[in-house]
């Protein structure tokens, strides 16, 4: 390999400085590494290619997490929030998630400030083409334009860029999202190197010209009159200051997609690569859900100084005449003028399962990966795969111990153990679905379950980390309260007859009565005299902590079986065609995938409950071999 000019050597350099690869590259250097950042163009940085909007089920649980963490993409959305809604309030706490509309380009900004501010951070324009790669360690970096970069570890997070074909009906060409370029070269000198890659594919909808709307054929769709903050670092956050709007497709769209469907680049078989089943595109829509009459779509302004708005559930890769044709269908949009064409773009990414829980590769050292190159969709999922790598390639330099999230302590935990412990077969989005233990994984409680760990790794400051300690005692010495004030007959009964709950005979506790479904922590302040001043959400953490204690106890049991299972430890070096009684498919899958623990192997496809015991009893047997 021809070595270039030599421009310099870092401890880390991130490819790509999209949703991951900020998280990587402010987590890297937060942590004291002397880290370079690439974008092939510094216009992109944390760009919103698709939905201007960050949260929502599932996906606000992973901000609150990368918040709690020290990440920056909550603090991030609440300086470029417009609109903010908390949805799905009438069901229980696990799924209550916070979504928020974004001025696209002032999220773009306001990242692009931090990392411009960031120490330890250089951030550069330019195409990386090549990693430069002995005895499989990475240990640096080419350029498009000839420079070569020393380093000691390599972040790839190079997101829908890589050999990028954007779609348009029958029309393609290489290109990357939102009209800027592609990344041709990386991709086949990763080949080169021994990684496989494999296709993928997304899509979005078309951006109109808002003027060109008709808003009063439209349900308005207002934000939330209290707006609550994404980040814990935020006490309050400003007022919604724009609405989105609903309307639906109609026969006259279903028909005229119908009728070119053949024009379609994924119904005319030109798109090789697997889209993502959970944001599907309007044709396979019709396709898949051919008795649905009509199909929701919101209509979400993409920012306060842009006339741009995005309409959300519409993505194609119908050509632009035949999108003209459907988009004019739609009450409200009968003039609208389309100002980017909706498109799909495939892409080149991994296959995660040959990445460790730490997002290090399996096969080259110092080779880390985050985002959608690991077969992830969405901005958060990139968000927090980015942090993560970011803090494991700086813990791995240092020489630290990994840090490692399992599925019952955050999201994170589910999202990289499903990506390298199960692999994907198509984009793979983050939902609620997918935690085992989502009534004690709440975004509510975010900090609670990882700030502790963010202030041991060293991204949570010593003033933070206060703020963080003042919070859980207040909640401590407020449950101890609640526990031991007790309120007599005669105070409680008219009280309780205002909130048709039953009457009492006895003196009872605050928390007695806080258990009663029709009692909230808000109402029992009428009653309860000596209540200190608090921040609201300690109140919130009270209320659900109180009201959901026996699931949550119930699920606490579980989480401790879980971590029996992720505690037992398996060598790397363990044959498994060795271990007598294990079907061949687990044999062949375990030696393959070298799980780090009996709870990861439990969760490899193919590797069935009877081949764990197996497995157990094995180990027991050699336990005690060894002990004689
Ligand atoms: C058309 C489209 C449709 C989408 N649809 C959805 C959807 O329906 N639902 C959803 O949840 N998400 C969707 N997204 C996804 C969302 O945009 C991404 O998930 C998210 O941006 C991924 O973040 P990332 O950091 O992994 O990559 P990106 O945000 O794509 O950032 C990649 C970065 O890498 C840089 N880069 C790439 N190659 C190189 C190189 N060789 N050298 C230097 N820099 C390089 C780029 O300049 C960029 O800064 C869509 C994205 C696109 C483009």
Not at 11 to 18: E, H, L, M, Q, W
Not at 300 to 328: A, C, H, N, W
Not at 366 to 377: D, E, P, R, T
Request: hydrophobic share 35%; with cysteine.
């Amino acid at each position: 390999m021809t070595k270039n000019f030599y421009m310099g050597k870092y401890d880390v350099i991130v490819v790509g400085a999209g949703h991951a690869g900020c998280e990587a590259a402010l987590s890297s250097a937060r942590l004291g590494l002397n880290t370079l950042v690439f974008s092939i163009n510094l216009e992109s940085i944390a760009m919103m290619a698709c939905n201007p909007s960050v949260g929502a089920t599932g996906k606000a649980h992973l901000v609150r997490e990368i918040d709690a963490l020290g990440g920056e993409m909550g603090i991030n959305i609440d300086k470029a929030s417009i609109q903010s809604r908390m949805l799905n309030t009438a069901k229980g706490p696990a799924v209550h998630s916070l979504r928020m509309q974004a001025d696209k380009h002032l999220y773009h900004t306001e990242m692009k400030k931090v990392l411009e501010r960031q120490e330890n951070l250089d951030i550069k324009q330019g195409e990386v083409v090549d990693l430069f790669i002995e005895d499989q360690t990475v240990k640096g970096v080419i350029t498009r334009t000839g420079a070569f970069y020393e380093t000691k570890a390599v972040i790839l997070a190079t997101g829908t860029f890589l050999k990028g074909r954007i779609f348009l009906g029958e029309w393609s060409y290489e290109g990357g999202p939102s009209g800027l370029s592609a990344s041709l070269e990386l991709s086949d000198n990763l080949k080169k190197h021994g990684l496989s890659l494999r296709r993928f594919k997304t899509g979005t909808p078309a951006r109109v010209d808002g003027k060109t709307l008709n808003y009063e054929k439209m349900q308005e769709q207002p934000g939330d009159e209290e707006t609550i903050p994404f980040s814990f670092t935020n006490d309050n956050l400003h007022k919604s200051r724009v609405s989105c709007w609903l309307t639906y497709t109609n026969k006259e769209t279903h028909s005229v997609i119908l009728d070119n469907i053949n024009r379609s680049a994924l119904y005319g078989g030109q798109i090789e690569g697997v889209g993502p089943r959970y944001c599907p595109s309007i044709e396979d829509k019709l396709v898949r859900f051919a008795d649905k009459e009509r199909h929701q779509l919101f209509i979400e302004p993409e920012g306060l100084d842009t006339d741009e708005v995005y309409i959300q559930g519409m993505s194609t890769s119908l050509p632009e005449d035949v999108q003209e044709k459907f988009y004019r269908t739609i009450q409200g949009l009968e003039n609208a003028k389309i100002v980017r064409s909706a498109y799909a773009i495939e892409y080149d990414c991994i296959n995660p399962i040959d990445l460790k829980l730490t997002l290090e590769h399996k096969n080259f050292n110092n080779l880390f990966c985050a985002g959608q190159f690991n077969g992830s969709s969405g901005y958060e999922e990139a968000a927090a795969q980015g942090l993560m790598a970011g803090i494991n390639a700086a813990l791995k330099i240092k020489e630290q111990d990994p840090f490692i999230i399992d599925r019952s302590e955050g999201y994170i935990g589910v999202l990289i153990d499903d990506l390298v412990t199960k692999g994907t077969n198509e984009p793979y989005r983050i939902m609620t679905s997918r935690a085992e233990y989502r009534l004690i994984l709440r975004q509510d409680n975010a900090d609670l379950r990882l700030t502790e760990k963010g202030y041991e790794i060293g991204l949570i400051n010593d003033e933070r980390y206060k703020k963080f300690v003042y919070k859980k005692d207040k909640i401590n010495e407020e449950m101890d309260r609640i526990k031991s004030t007790y309120i007599v007959p005669k105070e409680i009964n008219p009280f309780l007859e205002k909130y048709n709950s039953s009457p009492v005979n006895n003196r009872v506790t605050l928390l007695e009565l806080l258990k009663r479904p029709e009692i909230t922590y808000s109402a029992l302040s009428e009653i309860d005299k000596n209540r200190p001043e608090l921040d609201i959400r300690i109140g919130e953490q009270i209320e659900i902590q109180i009201k959901y204690s026996g699931y949550i106890g119930k699920q606490m049991a579980q989480v401790e079986k879980f971590k029996k299972l992720e505690k037992r430890q398996l060598s790397s070096d363990l044959d498994y065609t060795k271990i007598e009684g294990l079907r061949i498919e687990a044999q062949q899958k375990l030696n393959t995938f070298k799980p780090l623990s009996v709870g990861q192997a439990s969760r490899i496809s193919g590797v069935s409950p009877a081949d764990i015991n197996v497995l157990l009893i094995n180990l027991e047997r050699e336990r005690r071999k060894k002990e004689g």
